[in-house]
């Protein structure tokens, strides 16, 4: 009998594994989809030699994750390459907003009435950011806070709305720069805690960055799984479960899923009939003909570009898709250019770009003319460089990963309450109510992205299980 099972080989799923792995339990992987990956796959969706990131592809989260800084993912084939610039947010006189990796060159972007305010508000956490990053990823279950001061303090700066926070500035462009950071999460910028979603987006680039993964994010699930099966694990692809009973026996079984399909795999029943989903996205992929022409010139060097262009049109989006049941035109963007420091995504002279706006849960229109008509404003000529597109509405998304219900990039909606207790109000978010049944997906804390961390502490409450026992 093994010790634990994992259901879905996604980053926290593969990561859950690794951490019991290293502990000394014997663990193996069930992944329905022919490789692993999850969130975190490359593809050749468009033309042969362009290699796509399907859903993730800048990773703030994942270069600075306290989980994987511990494993030896370097020996097993990551790299992570930094753009000149983590991030730009261009606007129509041709000028940019920056995220920078220096918090003296972002607040400068700003302009000089709000500069000040930016290094006042993110200056005191900077130097501390490992340890409260890690404090903050392991709620709940870090009873005593390496640094409980400073976690407090960033708590009182992120738990208002963001609304709140964008008052503090003067003028426009760090409020959409701001605004736009929230918005990676799909919540209405008058939510809960959405100043902390922002404020842990910008910390990160100025620790270390928002880099892509050399060759795609692939690369950090097929590290993670390299590493999974030379600490003894095994990984299983092309294994659908549709039951329990479809999985070996095992003393745990857990979960990488969304909390509709482990309430029906483990006959949980209604134990989340209240987990709500959100908004989707609508991606495409492209393969371009050369970088993107954009007019702001810090655009052209930055991974990562938000396409407002101000942060009432940012919040007027939000709200269309969470609150409006429809999708916004013009779109709010964001978008991503691995080829401004990886070659190797595209034949040589080529590019690889994705860009996505928000659209509800569920929706069947389509947004690349509303997405494309956005671009054409901030680079014209766009259109004239693309080679082959690749559309992904919310039924295309939830086919690529079950995990993505209506399309929602993020398994659950990340407002009110359920942006910080997730999937439901519990001490012990990862427990379920079969004893031996855990969830670690991004439906638990600390949340989406790709770091691991919700892996890693669903593993901590699977090994004191097991230890107990």
């Given at each position: 009998m093994?010790?634990?099972v994992?259901v879905g080989?996604?980053?926290?799923g593969?990561?859950a594994?690794?951490?019991?792995?290293?502990r000394?339990?014997s663990?193996?992987?069930?992944e329905?989809?022919?490789t692993v990956g999850?969130?975190?796959?490359?593809?050749?969706l468009?033309?042969?030699?362009?290699?796509h990131d399907?859903?993730s592809a800048?990773?703030?989260?994942?270069?600075?994750s306290?989980?994987?800084?511990?494993?030896?993912?370097?020996?097993?084939?990551?790299e992570?390459?930094?753009?000149e610039?983590p991030?730009?947010?261009?606007?129509?006189?041709?000028?940019?907003?920056?995220l920078?990796?220096?918090?003296?060159?972002t607040?400068?972007?700003?302009?000089?009435r709000?500069?000040?305010?930016?290094r006042?508000?993110?200056?005191?956490?900077?130097s501390?950011?490992?340890?409260?990053?890690?404090?903050?990823?392991s709620?709940?279950?870090?009873?005593l806070?390496?640094?409980p001061?400073?976690?407090?303090?960033?708590g009182l700066?992120?738990l208002?709305?963001?609304?709140?926070?964008?008052?503090?500035f003067?003028?426009d462009?760090a409020r959409?720069?701001?605004a736009?950071?929230?918005?990676?999460?799909?919540?209405?910028?008058?939510?809960?805690?959405?100043?902390?979603?922002?404020?842990?987006?910008?910390l990160?680039?100025?620790?270390r960055?928002?880099p892509?993964?050399?060759?795609?994010?692939?690369?950090?699930?097929?590290a993670?799984a390299?590493y999974l099966?030379d600490?003894?694990g095994a990984?299983?692809t092309?294994?659908?479960?549709?039951?329990?009973?479809?999985?070996?026996?095992a003393?745990?079984?857990?979960?990488?899923?969304s909390?509709?399909?482990?309430?029906?795999?483990a006959?949980l029943?209604?134990s989340?009939?209240?987990y709500?989903?959100?908004?989707?996205?609508?991606?495409?992929d492209?393969a371009?003909?050369?970088?993107?022409?954009?007019?702001?010139?810090?655009?052209r060097?930055?991974?990562?570009?938000?396409?407002?262009?101000g942060?009432?049109?940012?919040?007027?989006?939000l709200?269309?898709?969470?609150?409006?049941?429809?999708a916004?035109?013009p779109?709010f963007?964001?978008t991503?250019?691995?080829?401004?420091?990886?070659?190797?995504?595209?034949?040589?002279?080529k590019?690889v770009f994705?860009a996505?706006?928000?659209?509800?849960?569920?929706?069947?229109?389509d947004?690349?003319?509303?997405?494309?008509r956005?671009?054409?404003r901030?680079?014209?000529?766009?259109?004239d460089?693309v080679?082959?597109?690749?559309?992904?509405?919310?039924?295309?998304?939830a086919?690529?990963n079950a995990n993505?219900?209506?399309?929602?990039?993020?398994?659950?909606?990340?407002?009110?309450?359920?942006?910080?207790?997730?999937?439901?109000?519990?001490?012990?978010?990862?427990?379920?109510?079969?004893?031996?049944?855990?969830i670690?997906?991004?439906?638990?804390?600390?949340?989406?992205g790709?770091?691991?961390m919700?892996?890693?502490?669903?593993?901590?409450?699977?090994w004191r299980?097991?230890?107990?026992a």
């Amino acid at each position: 009998m093994l010790d634990a099972v994992v259901v879905g080989a996604g980053p926290n799923g593969l990561t859950a594994a690794v951490e019991l792995a290293r502990r000394g339990f014997s663990v193996a992987v069930f992944e329905a989809k022919g490789t692993v990956g999850g969130g975190a796959r490359t593809e050749e969706l468009t033309l042969p030699g362009f290699r796509h990131d399907p859903c993730s592809a800048a990773h703030p989260l994942g270069i600075n994750s306290p989980v994987f800084r511990t494993m030896p993912l370097d020996r097993y084939g990551l790299e992570w390459l930094q753009p000149e610039l983590p991030m730009a947010h261009p606007f129509p006189d041709g000028s940019a907003a920056v995220l920078s990796r220096s918090v003296a060159e972002t607040a400068a972007s700003f302009g000089p009435r709000d500069a000040g305010t930016y290094r006042r508000l993110v200056e005191p956490f900077v130097s501390k950011w490992d340890t409260v990053l890690r404090d903050f990823m392991s709620l709940p279950t870090t009873a005593l806070p390496r640094d409980p001061v400073t976690l407090a303090r960033l708590g009182l700066v992120g738990l208002p709305p963001a609304t709140w926070l964008m008052r503090r500035f003067r003028d426009d462009r760090a409020r959409a720069l701001f605004a736009g950071l929230v918005a990676h999460v799909i919540a209405p910028l008058g939510g809960l805690a959405t100043s902390g979603v922002g404020m842990v987006f910008a910390l990160a680039a100025h620790a270390r960055g928002w880099p892509v993964a050399r060759g795609g994010s692939q690369s950090i699930s097929d590290a993670l799984a390299a590493y999974l099966k030379d600490l003894g694990g095994a990984v299983h692809t092309d294994y659908e479960v549709k039951r329990l009973d479809d999985l070996p026996p095992a003393r745990a079984y857990v979960f990488d899923t969304s909390p509709t399909a482990l309430a029906r795999i483990a006959g949980l029943g209604r134990s989340y009939g209240n987990y709500r989903y959100g908004a989707s996205a609508f991606k495409i992929d492209y393969a371009l003909d050369g970088p993107v022409p954009w007019t702001a010139k810090e655009a052209r060097t930055a991974g990562t570009v938000q396409v407002g262009p101000g942060s009432a049109d940012i919040g007027a989006a939000l709200r269309a898709v969470s609150r409006e049941n429809r999708a916004p035109d013009p779109p709010f963007l964001i978008t991503v250019q691995p080829g401004v420091v990886d070659a190797s995504r595209a034949p040589a002279g080529k590019q690889v770009f994705w860009a996505y706006g928000h659209v509800p849960n569920g929706w069947s229109g389509d947004l690349t003319d509303a997405i494309e008509r956005q671009l054409e404003r901030f680079a014209p000529g766009f259109r004239d460089r693309v080679l082959a597109r690749a559309t992904a509405g919310p039924a295309e998304l939830a086919a690529r990963n079950a995990n993505y219900v209506g399309g929602d990039i993020a398994c659950g909606a990340a407002s009110g309450l359920q942006l910080l207790l997730r999937p439901k109000l519990s001490l012990f978010p990862y427990n379920t109510a079969h004893p031996a049944v855990f969830i670690c997906s991004s439906a638990t804390p600390p949340g989406p992205g790709v770091h691991g961390m919700s892996g890693h502490n669903a593993a901590k409450a699977v090994w004191r299980r097991l230890r107990s026992a």
